[in-house]
């Protein structure tokens, strides 16, 4: 992926995580490291992911989608755009099993790209905190809409879902076709990442994906809300509350969304590189935020200045709010996995980079959807000293 610059690149876990992980295990190749026999006890077992913060238990339920109306623009000669979506929940606090993090082959395949001493195994058996089919808590629910980084699937973003759905919302985590190193599809079929070939070869501008994104979440919102919703308990979602956030290539496929679907009332971009100019009228007064690195690429005036004129577009309700100590994966289950490996991990912990995500994304929401004051989001705290608030 040499012709990715790190708007795109970074959003490929895998790749950053595999080269330093690689230089690390390069050093010392005819003898173990000191403790690498409690390493590779520790790799081979699964990482537990760190546990929701609201009242609710969580359910889980996994919906294949595929819209025909459309063309696959990786694959033009595949049947539809096939989709897949996770759904976290609210639940009642009985029945159903443990739900998967991943398949084995979804895992085996990103555990390919980080390297040999991650086992897909263990990964695809990292345990969650939500239970597979069980019947929601009674309620109307705001739905929030959940888009990966590029590269990477859906349950690279289960931490923040699974939390969410504690607090008391329906999250719709969305797998894009051709756009993951695997995608596992009912009946064993695996989708593998055309779109990176397409994008190491030049030629294809980010925003491809990003308006295909927007483009297949309109769709997930027709089939979750209204006459033709395809799950069964979806009265429970408030067709009035709807948000979105992504994590990369995912968190400017939010922005772009809103644009394009009045339906989706509030977005976040975690740490992604803005492909589109936002139209003339913005996003016609609705909040949206930006959650970054504190950091060259995504200060006022940064690498990436996408950020400055997306900013200064946006006509409602705003925040750039920079992490001090993260990196691009910080705002993912990446610190997890990291850890969990043995991995190259940034200066802001693991449980750390996942409770100020969480804190951040569920008060944006709590205040957009729900009307929630959230003090939080009004400046800087010393409760959260690694939250700096930009306002160029």
Known sequence: MTRLTRAVAATVLASSLALTAGVATAAA?????????????QSARP????????PHAVGS?????VDRSRTDPWVPTADGRALMVTLHYPAARSGGGPAPYATREEARLLAEQLGPGVSGDALARTRTHSRTDVRP??????????????SVSRWTLTALAEDLASRGYVVASVDHAYESFGISLPGGRTLTCVACEALDEGGVHGSVVTSTRAADMRYVLDRLVGPRSVWRYADVIDARRIGMAGHSIGGASAATAMA??????????MDGAFWEELPAEGLRGRPFMMLGTHDEMHLPGGIDTSWDRTWSALDGWKR??????????????????SRHFGLPEPELPADRAVALTRTYVSAFFDRHLRGLPRPVLNGPTAAHPEAHFQNP
Do not use: K, Q
């Not at 808590?137 to 590029?150: D, E, I, K, W, Y």
């Not at 993260?326 to 996995?337: E, K, L, M, N, T």
């Open 29 to 41: 190749p005819d003898a173990p490291a000191p403790g690498a026999s409690a390493a590779v006890a």
């Open 320 to 337: 750039w709010i920079t992490l001090a100590g993260s990196d691009h994966f910080s705002f993912s289950d990446g610190p997890v996995i």
């Open 260 to 269: 394009a679907d009045r339906r989706i009332d509030a977005g976040i971009n």
């Open 47 to 54: 990482a537990v992911l760190p546990a929701p913060t609201g």
């Open 137 to 150: 808590a009674p309620g109307h629910r705001p739905l929030v809409l959940l888009s990966p980084g590029f």
């Open 61 to 65: 339920t996994v919906l294949p989608l």
